[in-house]
Every structure is written in C-alpha cells, then in structure tokens.
C-alpha cells in the first residue's frame, strides 16, 4: 500500500525521517556536544515539510523498493538541506530571523556556531547515508555512486554554486535562461537527487534512475518557482519564516520576471513536464503524480 495524498505521504515522510534526526540529534549533543551539539541538535529538530525526503521514498516505492532501511537515505538528504537553510539564514547569505516558526539558528546561538553548525552537517549527512545504504543491504559501489551523487548535488555544480550565483545576482535583472540555471542549481538539483537517490537505493534498472531523475529535474525547478510565488503571495506565519525577503533583498525571481501569473504557468508546465518524464518511462506512480501536484499547489 502505498500513501493515496501527499499530505499522508509527507506525514509518513515525516514520522520516518524525524525518528533519525531525533537519534542523530542525540548522538551530537553527546559528541561534539557543548553548544555545538545544542546549535546541531537545534537546526535538525526544527519542523520541515520533509518534501525531499517524501520524494526519496516515493521514488524508491515507484523504483520496486520495500525497505524501511530507505529512512536512513531519506534523512541524509534532510540534513544536506538543513545545512543549507541554517547557512542560507546567515547575515552573510539571506540574513533572516526566523525559519520554520522558529528564531533562525545564529539567532537562538549565535553566526559563528550556527557557521560551524552548517559545515559539520555535511559529513554527518554521509554518514547517516553509509548507514541507511548498509541497512539497505546496498554494496560499496552503489553507496559511493550515491555519495558522489548526493555531494555533487550539494556542491558547486549544484546548490552552492546556485547560491553564489543567486547572491551575485542581487539587484542586477536576469533573463529567463540564467534564472532556471540558479533555480535548477540552487533549489533543484537535492530534488533532483533525492528522486535519484530513491531510485539508485532500490537497485532497480538504470532507465529507471534515468527517468525519477528526469523527474526530479523538472519538479525541482517547479518546487523553486513556487518559492518564488510564497514568497510573493503568502504570509509569514503561513510560511514560518519572513514573507517578502525576495522584494526587499532585490532578487531577481519568477515572479519579478515573469509576474504572478506567468511564474505559475512555468510551475505548472514543469509540473507537467515532470508527469511526463514518468510517462515517457513508463513508471506509473500515482504518488510521484500527486507530490507533483503539492509542489505547484502548496500554501507554505
Ligand atoms: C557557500 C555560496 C554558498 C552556499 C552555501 C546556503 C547554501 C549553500 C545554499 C542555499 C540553498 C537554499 C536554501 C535554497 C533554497 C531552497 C528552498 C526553496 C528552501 C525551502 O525549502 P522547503 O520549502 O523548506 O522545503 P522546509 O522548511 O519545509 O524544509
């Protein structure tokens, strides 16, 4: 059985994911502990959607996998996107005060613990993989390609070098082709992973990774446009952290491009794009389908 709603499939993300943050958060308030472990234990306790984990196990259902061993990979993409959130918070980045309800965690901490906070996500996040991957019975190989997959993802080809190029664009206008490169970069390629890395768990044919991943590409563009259009239209409580930030920082976004209606048009037609992508690999996964939907749809 697999969940018939996104939010049953975010609520079982969720309860998944959260039971190995809680035990990771555990583990660092005992080593490094100290305010260190408090600031890590701080950021991986705060209450996300769980959106790239729901993906990494709706592409692992849709790829044949059974296992609840994939909990392990689902949270490594958690913390690589924790990481990013407290080090996108920063007064150096987007210099914000609250996320998720909460004070940001250089506010509850402060920048330079919050800093180390960030950098020591990373190889905790490998680590939460190497052990989901050996639960996962999966082989040596399968988890260096998954690493290697995952880290390329975070790293300068993907979201860091999307938020370099996101920060050198403030206040500068863009053209439609360098927004999706910072959206695909930025915001899309841990999407675009965590569909891959669901699929690359479940040991399944490589034309099935090929085709989450074409999935997850374009649902990763949509998940940021959408952002862009929060940002624009909701509030801060809805969104528990601050609404507007795009305006005032001077960001050049869909919606500054392309105005609301023509930024929802791009979501909804690579929301589409992505349907398509499973259709065209004959993967039928009426979850994948929905989560589609969610992304263009959600309200925070
Ligand atoms: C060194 C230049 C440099 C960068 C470091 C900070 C960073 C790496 C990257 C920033 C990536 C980032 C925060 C992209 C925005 C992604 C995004 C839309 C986040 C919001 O995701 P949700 O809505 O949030 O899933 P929740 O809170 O629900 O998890």
Known sequence: MTPDSAEA????????????????????????GGRDGEALAYALGTAGK????????????????????????????????????????????????QRRGRPTTHVAFDVATATRAGFIMVPVAVEELARGAAELGLDDERLGRMAGLLLEASGIRGMVGGQWLDLEAEGKSLDLSQLVEIHRRKTGALIEAACALGALAAVGQEAMVATLTAYGREIGVAFQIADDLLDATA??????????????????????????????????????????????????????????????????
């Open 50 to 97: 769980r959106v790239r984990p729901a993906l990494v196990l709706a592409s692992y259902r849709a790829a044949g996998g059974r296992s609840p061993g994939i909990a392990g990979i689902a949270a490594a993409v958690e913390i690589v996107h924790t990481y990013s959130l407290v080090h996108d918070d920063l007064p150096c980045m987007d210099d914000d005060a």
């Open 9 to 32: 499939l975010l609520t079982e993300a969720r309860e998944l994911t959260d039971a190995r943050l809680s035990a990771r958060a555990d583990l660092l308030r005992r080593f490094p």
């Open 235 to 300: 509030t801060t409580e809805e969104l528990g952290k601050t609404a507007g930030r795009d305006a005032t920082m001077e960001k050049a976004t869909y919606v500054s491009v392309l105005g609301q209606d023509g930024a929802r048009r791009e979501a909804i037609r690579h929301a589409q794009a992505a349907g398509s992508a499973l259709m065209g690999g004959g993967v039928a996964s009426d979850t994948l389908l929905v989560l589609a939907g969610y992304i263009v749809q959600r309200r925070s």
